[in-house]
């Protein structure tokens, strides 16, 4: 049974960072691209983040880039999101999700398998 358990949100200020995990079981996660959606209240979920399946490649949200980052350490099943400079409209909850492929998509219709999500909370 494949499970994704996301982990390290929280609430934080305005201006800061927070470092979100994403512990995989179930796969051989190797063989699973990983990506980072997020949902905020009222709002449909949106892709945030993607990594292929060794980290050769990574995609990132056109207004993201360069706050947030994605990294994944396959000996131990698990993907991060280093995110930084928070802002109030970064509040939301935050999912992982993966799929059985090379590629790496942000429709979220083509991903398999998700978390049941970690709460990130910015105060102004």
């Known amino acids: 049974q494949v499970q994704l358990v996301e982990s390290g949100g929280g609430l934080v200020q305005a201006g800061g960072s927070l470092s979100l995990s994403c512990a995989a079981s179930?796969?051989?996660?190797?063989?699973?691209?990983v990506a980072w959606f997020r949902q905020a209240p009222g709002k449909e979920r949106e892709f945030v983040a993607a990594?292929?399946?060794?980290?050769?490649?990574?995609d990132y949200a056109d207004s993201l880039k360069g706050r947030f980052t994605i990294s994944r350490d396959n000996a131990k099943n698990t993907v991060y999101l280093q995110v930084n400079s928070l802002n109030a409209e970064d509040t939301a909850v935050y999912y992982c999700a993966a799929r059985f492929s090379a590629t790496m998509i942000r429709s979220r219709a083509e991903w398999s398998y998700w978390g049941q999500g970690t709460q990130v909370t910015v105060s102004s």
């Open positions: 179930g796969l051989t996660f190797s063989n699973y691209a």
């Open positions: 990594i292929s399946r060794r980290a050769g490649s990574t």
